[in-house]
């Protein structure tokens, strides 16, 4: 039997995974990557009262108990796309059942998580991660969420986006709405009762900055086109931009690193409810 | 008054395969949990003619970048 002391959850194709194996492997850590896409051909029992898991991967034995140090959790976005496609009555349970099986495994509370689903759930809402960033002293733009045709806006021009991740299928096509910026007047022309949408300012010009924080360790980087800032919803133009390393002043850094530090108090405080 | 904003503004695009072409010498090794060259056993994403990760330039936006499945 294998002890696990660090859980990979991720996807058999996503390669980036592979390094970080490969590196566990060579420090001779004690290791399983469990993958989504392959859930079918593992076994598993858990036995909640023990608080032992039990897995059985090609023959292979392992167990995760609370001797589990640390977990990764790849890619760990909700997953969205069942009405898509045309899925299986099998296929949809088993996107379903072993997307809970996987939240269920924040069971191991004491191992150190990157990615735990709970706060993935929190990080997934605009409106609750702008009060946060509000709270340690980042600014934020004025944000009006609405489905009221005639709200009020400050500022003639606004940034309009969806309040989650808004793809859908349409006809034969699937869409997928991104940040467009637009006049107050023209996003009043649409008909926008059926659901709130986020209306915010229109930053011009902006930089976009992708932060990473990993314990103590800060990762950024700024997403670059033509050596200049990208106006809108950078997603739109992937293929000329430049995704560069960059330091951040330290207060922006110190803000950022309580930001994390809030998140992790506010979690042990509900634990302790 | 135009449709729904979000409906009418999205980017609409044709459902394509995300399916990804593994070269027949390559099998992935559950005990280790990577891609290897079975004939040479290097790791796949370190062997020159392995298929390496996709950078998020390529992910087709579908809010999980696909991987989420």
């Known amino acids: 039997m294998n002890n696990v002391k660090v859980l990979i959850i991720s996807n058999k194709f996503d390669f980036t995974t592979d390094y970080v194996c490969i590196e566990l492997e060579k420090r001779k850590v004690k290791y399983l990557r469990l993958n989504r896409d392959s859930f079918r051909s593992c076994k598993i029992e858990f036995n909640i009262n023990l608080g032992e898991l039990l897995i059985n991967v090609n023959k292979k034995k392992y167990i995760v108990n609370k001797g589990l140090s640390s977990v990764y959790y790849r890619a760990p976005t909700y997953f969205r796309e069942t009405f898509s496609k045309n899925f299986s009555a099998e296929d949809q349970l088993y996107n379903s059942q072993w997307m809970s099986f996987i939240r269920n495994l924040t069971f191991f509370e004491d191992a150190k998580w990157m990615n735990n689903p709970v706060d993935t759930y929190k990080a997934e809402n605009k409106l609750l991660q702008l009060k946060y960033a509000k709270e340690v002293g980042l600014r934020i733009p004025n944000t009006l969420v609405t489905n009221n045709n005639s709200f009020k806006f400050n500022n003639p021009t606004v940034a309009a986006k969806s309040l989650d991740t808004a793809l859908f299928k349409i006809n034969d096509k699937e869409a997928f709405f991104y940040t467009n910026i637009m006049a107050v007047e023209d996003v009043k022309s649409y008909d926008i009762g059926l659901f709130p949408i986020v209306i915010q300012d229109n930053l011009e010009p902006k930089i976009d900055y992708r932060v990473t924080i990993a314990g103590n360790k800060m990762y950024s980087a700024v997403i670059s086109e033509h050596g200049k800032g990208v106006s809108g919803d950078w997603r739109r133009r992937k293929n000329t931009l430049k995704f560069i390393d960059c330091d951040l002043p330290d207060q922006i850094k110190k803000k950022c690193f309580n930001g994390c530090s809030l998140s992790e108090q506010r979690c042990r405080e509900e634990a302790t409810l | ?69």
């Open chain 2, 1 to 69: 008054m135009k449709e729904n904003l979000v409906i009418h503004q999205a980017f609409k695009y044709e459902v394509g395969s995300c399916k990804i072409e593994i070269p027949t010498n390559y099998g992935y090794n559950a005990a280790s949990g990577y891609w290897v060259n079975e004939i040479t056993k290097t790791p796949m994403v370190r062997d020159p003619e392995g298929i390496k990760p996709r950078t998020k330039k390529e992910d087709i936006e579908t809010g999980e970048d696909n991987k989420g499945e």
